[in-house]
């Protein structure tokens, strides 16, 4: 018998475990072009908020006794895709479930060699991917550059430091709560990071870690932080919106300083984006980040919750900061 | 004897007459690669507000008792520049006197054989490029878009619109007062147009307005109105930050909608612009603006008060809207 979460009802506010139903169903039998995925990991994902609510969003949202949406990394079990054969290690989206079955040519597969699985879940996976086009493309930072990253010490957070200190940036972070700060400073090489949820003075502290400005803002939190990096932002700044999980479980309307008077006066660009939009380009940035993997210069963290039946616990975890690094639920 | 306007105190709020003292001085004598230039119009616009504050912008401001800054169209009354000779008309950045010692490298030589002098301030000059400028490269409209243009029966709105007529797109504006409506509507040839100050219900306005959503938002104004146009923009939709007059009166710190999420969800871009970012570029707009002008494809209006010692009356109604097209004070 398979197992999977089916999305039970919508949250208001932060999701609850009441939102999401266990339930047992048989494997369905494989199709022509069907592959057989045995899941070793699932991602848990912020963006996944948005999937089950009905605001309006990029992507239709997760009906009511579906199951929930997700990616997974596994093992192929079975195979009627010409592309897989069992044995193979693949990644897909494969919802909430211990055994997907998935069109094999919406399946990656994935080369577990020289890393552990895991990874194609984060730093070779949608975060990696989302962090190094965010940082190169969206920001386009520039050696020099003072960057600042909100959520640092978060999966994308970590990623988009690191990258962008390799690239020759100064690199400043925002992270939840002093052992993150030492992580972000010590383990990943920012120049200055800061507690937001001990910092009244956002706006001092930012001064004072940002002597000289912020070029490029990648923000994955929102809220009072972000508010307060308008008010540091350089002539010519560019913002990649990436995430706003301080705002998805908000059940009122989001108000706060207008950012329009300052995008006048300094010329900078805000821009909202999504990973996807660089499919075209994924197969330029694997090598990349594999090449940073391999010489040391990046590394990465995973907060890893043992057993499938924690999936909704992992979940609402990112949403009080319970993750260093990516957050993924190991299927035991 | 010269007349001229200098900066007496900076306003709290909106600008008041008394912000600016009219007073006498002699013509100064020219020195090598200097010119006179004697105004025939003068320019208000609505970043001089920025220009008689403190806060922080893009340019340093006025000091108290200096010469108020502006750009003025007249004619060289005497020249020691070798560009330049009596009878030229040029335009420059003279300041709001009558008589302007302007040095002939910062003086654009204006050719008033087919247009009159007074474009030089308004549809071939500043406002003129930043509508271009704003329009096809920071918005970047494509045809068969909807382009929604704020402040659009002022000098860049006006333009801005009827660009995007020409360009192929589809263009909605917002005016103040009926009389403004229907100017932009029957003499500008706008699809669409709105009082926004007769109107409540800004978001049902908009969505009945543009029912395919807004592509690009050029925005002069802020406020209300841009509150509204980010809750019916478009997948992919840029917005150019012009101008946000609504504000820069503004005493306390302006708070509203974040739209932080909507640029998510729609992997949208807002950016504000300077027109001289485009300086290298300005040689690329001039003959197309004014083969849309001899077209008559593009018009333009202008509100012009009378007489020199009425520039502070004409600069303060620009916030409330006295203006139809191109504000300018004629220097009789």
């Known amino acids: 018998m398979n197992q999977l979460f089916l999305l039970a009802s919508r949250p208001d506010g932060v999701p609850e475990p009441a939102n999401f139903q266990l339930v047992e169903a048989p494997v369905p039998e494989l199709a022509e072009g069907q592959v057989l995925l045995e899941n070793h990991y699932l991602s848990v994902d912020p963006y996944m908020r948005g999937r089950i609510s009905t605001a309006k969003s990029y992507a239709k949202p997760v009906e009511l006794g579906e199951v929930m949406t997700g990616t997974g990394v596994g093992r192929v079990a079975a195979s009627r895709h010409e592309r897989f054969v069992a044995g193979d290690i693949a990644v897909g989206l494969t919802g909430w479930q211990r055994y997907a079955v998935v069109d094999g040519s919406q399946l990656r597969k994935f080369d577990a060699a020289l890393v552990p699985i895991s990874t194609a879940l984060g730093v070779l996976g949608m975060p990696g991917l989302t962090a190094y086009f965010g940082l190169t493309d969206v920001c386009a930072a520039r050696p020099g550059e003072t960057v600042m990253v909100s959520g640092a010490a978060g999966a994308v957070g970590s990623y988009v430091g690191q990258m962008a200190r390799i690239l020759g940036c100064r690199v400043v972070g925002s992270a939840g709560g002093p052992e993150k700060v030492r992580h972000v400073l010590e383990d990943l090489g920012f120049e200055g990071a800061f507690d937001y949820k001990g910092t009244s003075d956002l706006n001092g502290v930012l001064k004072g870690l940002c ?78 980040i594999g090449e ?22 992992a979940f609402i975890g990112l949403f009080s900061g319970q993750n260093l690094g990516k957050m993924l639920v190991k299927v035991v």
Do not use: H
């Not at 307060?228 to 913002?239: D, K, L, M, S």
């Not at 990436?242 to 006048?264: H, K, M, W």
């Not at 940073?292 to 616990?313: A, D, H, N, Q």
């Open 211 to 288: 002597p000289n400005g912020i070029d490029c803002y990648f923000d994955n939190t929102g809220g009072a932080v972000t508010d307060a990096v308008f008010r540091r932002i350089n002539t010519g700044a560019r913002i990649a919106i990436c995430g706003q999980i301080a705002s998805y479980n908000a059940v009122a309307e989001d108000y706060g300083p207008r950012i329009f008077r300052t995008l006048l006066v300094k010329q900078a660009r805000v821009q909202g984006f999504l990973v996807n939009q660089y499919k075209d380009r994924y197969r330029e940035a694997y090598p990349k």
């Open 292 to 313: 940073w993997l391999r010489s040391g210069s990046l590394t990465y963290r995973e907060t890893i919750v043992e057993g499938f039946e924690k999936m909704p616990e």
